[in-house]
């Protein structure tokens, strides 16, 4: 099993910004792909920015040039760094992993990300 821990959410204001982690906890079964989503009220939830098992990575159009996804080997965990960060990006994020040969979807719990003045 995969268990995926988040923090870094918080209060900023337009402008700021803030840096999302997530830790994976260690598992017996391979992580195919790992990436942030988020949903803001009223709003679907949508995928943020990724990583495939080659390091491909992908962000929404909404995002670039602003977001930053990265990883840390060594412990197992995936950053989301976001600058110029406007009030519509005002959602909860959630950290996503597909691991295993069935492909099985893991949720952290996710982490309130508030931008405003």
Not at 40 to 54: C, D, I, M, S, Y
Request: glycine residues 10%; hydrophobic residues 30%.
């Amino acid at each position: 099993q995969v268990q995926l821990v988040e923090s870094g959410g918080g209060l900023v204001r337009p402008g700021g910004s803030l840096r999302l982690s997530c830790a994976a906890s260690r598992s017996p079964f391979m992580i195919n792909s790992m990436g942030w989503y988020r949903q803001a009220p009223g709003k679907q939830r949508e995928l943020v920015a990724g990583f495939t098992l080659h390091d491909t990575t992908m962000y929404a159009d909404s995002v670039k040039g602003r977001f930053t996804i990265s990883r840390d080997n060594a412990k197992n965990t995936v950053y989301l760094q976001m600058n110029s960060l406007k009030p519509e990006d005002t959602a909860v994020y959630y950290c996503d992993a597909r691991a295993g040969f069935n492909n099985d979807d893991y949720w952290g719990q996710g982490t309130q990300v508030t931008v405003s003045s």
